[in-house]
């Protein structure tokens, strides 16, 4: 996600996947190796700490925490759940997570920005509760 500062790097999925397969598969616990759906969060309202009870959630609901952030202002009346395509997929994973973080199914939208850190990425506004 370019939000303007330093350059950010990734992790090269597939080489990762094939240096654990190769040295680290005896000690992956069970069920490691399922693909789950990748969240970032950005901070829309400036109140510190505030992305970690989103990680929380989002963790114990099953999904990856892919990094975080502060949004590109801190005016973020209502969250926003946004998710990279108009498919009924896409819908059912924005409705997901906004239920997983506590909030309405109206804080979901497509974004028409595409990226590729993130299956989701979630701006946390004045409507979520930690």
Known sequence: IDAGGPPAYRVDDAQVHS????????????????????????NGVGT?????TACSRLVHAGY???????????????????VFSNTVAAATLGNDVAHALRLPDT????????????????ILGRDYKP
């Open 107 to 122: 804080d979901v939208a497509v974004s028409p920005q595409g990226q590729n850190v993130a299956d989701v990425v979630v």
């Open 64 to 82: 990856v925490f892919a990094g975080s952030g502060n949004a590109v202002n801190f005016g973020f009346k209502t969250s926003k759940v946004l």
């Open 48 to 52: 510190p700490g505030l992305v970690g």
């Open 19 to 42: 240096f654990v397969q190769a040295n680290l598969a005896s000690s992956l616990p069970p069920g490691a190796g399922a693909v789950r759906k990748r969240v970032f969060v950005q």
